[in-house]
């Protein structure tokens, strides 16, 4: 716990102007952002008396080590750069929002040639448009399936679409009339795209205009005694009022309007928003954050703007945005929506009428988010602290493991040996601190040697960074710290980057997939670092026993223990992540080709060979003034590759276990199975050969 006076800037240092600032743990990650109108002011306030601050602030004043700041020229720039470096970092005593689902958005692909409807999900795509965002998938499907019946736009994908175009016979949609088949040329590009903008149309609340022209076009079909085409439109009216009907009106004169509210409590905040397009509801979402220190509503209603309109533009920005207070000050936040949007936008309070009305019924639905979050998570939190708590116990450490690192060997019978590391804090997942390795000190297998390898690369880079930063004097340790290794695994280093994408951040806790060898080999590289203050065990799956280093007996945790069952996913998540790597360079290995040998010749010049040959198979009977027909092909590359091809020998046919019969495809390699990529078959069931992967 570090002593806030001990970092604090002198004070004529901090300038009188707005900017950024962060606070920094002692291994140099960056754990708070905030902005301010007056940096002076602003941080003036963290070093008071520790008694005086809130809990949660002043646990994050002694965790920083150091804080930095970044002067801007207005509020504005402010409050656009706080939002980027929280994104960047994701500092962990910013406002965080949990539970926030990928909710499904209807998308309607317009940047293809043939406009697709489908429902999407995760980062909005350029030349897309979207409605949304929806509480459920099916709820966008239910609505489709009637609109589709009017507007009958492609839904299929492109390997659908492109197979329905080779053989001439659309899907089972364009017989019964939900689908205009262009994949057939029943109709052509631009009236399908117009059909399209009229589908976009009416989802953005444009409806009276349609259902005005269909009633009209239903009434002419009746004077003329076309009854057929007239029932037909009169289901179309109805399957079009009933769409409407799922999001019914309620607000008037077409608004478009985002409705945020908030319920909140000492120590967490619930937010509920409302998308309303043309009057209607047209989307939910919601996000619970912690109150990481003393905060107003108002500031809470400035992040979640933040959350929402960070990597919008346009029109995804409404004109209205009703919110149950005002940030302070109002002016940027506002300015900065206008900017995002390129036109007005009002942020203001709703005092009377129907926005109020509706006001009130967002607030509700936060307040019963935030009573179900807190019955999930009190449970959620209740378990992970019981299970973190056996595990000290048991192992008899000082403290509560709050991260655990687990490591695990994966082979296939000594071939493409790999090695996971997976991380978790607090009891969950920390999944952009996973990393992988490939073993290289010695071929072969031997899951002991490769422990120790892994355990050792890792934690040198952890020394290595920490005397990067100055923890301590070169070579104050006795080790090799600085020593020389160049790690081709995990992302190249930046310096005072700040992100937790680091190796220089060290667990509490190593767990090792395996029994008494891998523990000793984990423990005895630690002892070779001179690092003596990580605690290693190691969970054998046999009868899952933790072994402890220098331990004869394996302690034995009860088959009902949180703290086991914890362990137990941490090892199982090690193993998952290590073998998904190992059966990925597998696959690499056997969708190798001899031309990937042949000096000079890079991959463009690769696929335009086997684009005009067809196979590798083909370009190896190939003379060398055939070859020379290739464009860009020259006689002295043709015959370079003519020599590499004519020396590699053409792998050997795979077999059929079933039949017997002998597989061999125009390219002279094997098939592959569904459940193991790039996986020859060969003699034996998959059954076995998953048995003999580690």
């Not at 081709?488 to 190593?510: E, H, I, M, N, S």
Request: proline share 5%.
């Amino acid at each position: 716990m570090a002593d806030p006076s001990s970092y604090r800037p002198r004070p004529g240092e901090i300038p009188d102007s707005p900017g950024v600032y962060r606070f920094r743990d002692e291994h140099r990650r960056v754990i708070y952002v905030g902005k301010a109108k007056s940096l002076r002011q602003r941080l003036a306030n963290y070093f008071q008396d520790l008694a005086s601050l809130h809990p949660r602030t002043r646990t994050m004043v002694t965790t920083a080590a150091s804080v930095e700041w970044t002067v801007v020229s207005t509020e504005v720039e402010a409050l656009q750069l706080e939002y980027s470096w929280i994104k960047e970092y994701d500092p962990r005593f910013n406002v965080k929002y949990r539970d926030d689902k990928s909710y499904p958005y209807l998308a309607v692909t317009m940047n293809e040639e043939f406009p697709r409807v489908q429902v999407m999900r995760g980062h909005k795509k350029k030349g897309v448009r979207y409605f949304g965002p929806y509480g459920h998938a099916w709820a966008i499907r239910d609505t489709v399936d009637l609109l589709l019946r009017v507007f009958p736009v492609r839904t299929c994908s492109a390997g659908v679409f492109k197979n329905a175009a080779r053989t001439g016979r659309p899907c089972l949609l364009g017989y019964i009339g939900k689908c205009s088949a262009p994949c057939v040329e029943r109709i052509s590009p631009d009236d399908h795209r117009d059909l399209a903008d009229e589908f976009c149309d009416f989802m953005a609340g444009r409806t009276g205009t349609y259902l005005r022209r269909l009633e009209r076009q239903m009434a002419e079909a009746a004077d003329e005694m076309e009854y057929e085409r007239a029932a037909r439109l009169r289901d179309d009216i109805g399957a079009l009022r009933k769409a409407m009907e799922k999001s019914a009106v309620v607000l008037a004169d077409a608004t478009d309007a985002d409705l945020i509210a908030v319920a909140e409590d000492e120590l967490e905040a619930a937010v509920q928003i409302f998308h309303v397009r043309g009057g209607r509801v047209r989307g939910q979402r919601g996000w619970v954050t912690d109150k990481v220190e003393e905060i107003t509503t108002g500031a809470l209603v400035e992040h979640a703007l933040q959350q929402l309109y960070g990597e919008e533009t346009g029109d995804a920005v409404p004109k209205e945005v009703l919110v149950p207070a005002l940030p302070d000050p109002v002016e940027p936040v506002q300015q900065w929506l206008t900017e995002r949007r390129g036109s007005g936008v009002s942020l203001r309070i709703p005092q009377r009428g129907d926005k109020k009305a509706l006001m009130e019924t967002v607030q509700r639905n936060a307040q019963q988010a935030l009573v179900l979050h807190k019955t999930k998570r009190a449970s959620d939190l209740t378990t992970r602290s019981r299970a973190l708590e056996e595990i000290a116990d048991a192992l008899d450490l000082d403290s509560a493991p709050l991260r655990i690192e687990c490591y695990d060997i994966s082979h296939l019978q000594g071939d493409d040996v790999v090695a996971s590391m997976v991380v978790f804090e607090d009891g969950l997942a920390r999944k952009s601190e996973y990393r992988r390795f490939q073993i290289k000190g010695f071929a072969g297998q031997d899951d002991v040697r490769s422990m120790h390898e892994v355990i050792t690369r890792r934690f040198r880079r952890y020394l290595a960074e920490k005397e990067k930063t100055g923890e301590w004097a070169d070579g104050e340790d006795g080790t090799e710290a600085g020593g020389g290794e160049q790690l081709t695994d995990g992302p190249a280093l930046k310096d005072d980057d700040g992100r937790p994408k680091r190796f220089a951040y060290p667990p509490q806790l190593v767990v090792v997939d395996g029994g008494q060898p891998q523990v000793a080999a984990a423990q005895r590289a630690l002892d070779e670092l001179g690092i003596d203050d990580i605690a290693v065990c190691g969970l054998a799956k046999r009868l899952e026993e933790v072994w402890l280093p220098r331990e004869d007996d394996p302690v034995v945790l009860p088959r009902t223990s949180e703290g086991l069952y914890l362990l137990q996913r941490v090892r199982d998540e090690a193993h998952r992540f290590a073998i998904t790597y190992q059966r990925a360079k597998r696959a690499k290995r056997f969708r190798s080709s001899p031309l990937d040998d042949v000096p000079g010749l890079g991959e463009t010049r690769r696929q335009a060979l086997i684009k005009h040959f067809g196979s590798v198979k083909k370009l190896r009977s190939a003379t060398i003034d055939q070859i020379c027909e290739v464009p860009g092909i020259g006689r002295k590359t043709a015959e370079t590759v003519a020599v590499a091809l004519a020396r590699a020998t053409p792998a050997a046919p795979a077999v059929n276990t079933a039949t017997g019969e002998i597989i061999d495809d125009e390219d002279g390699a094997p098939e592959t199975t569904a459940d193991a990529p790039g996986e020859p078959v060969t003699a034996g069931t998959q059954d076995e050969r998953r048995g003999q992967e580690r």
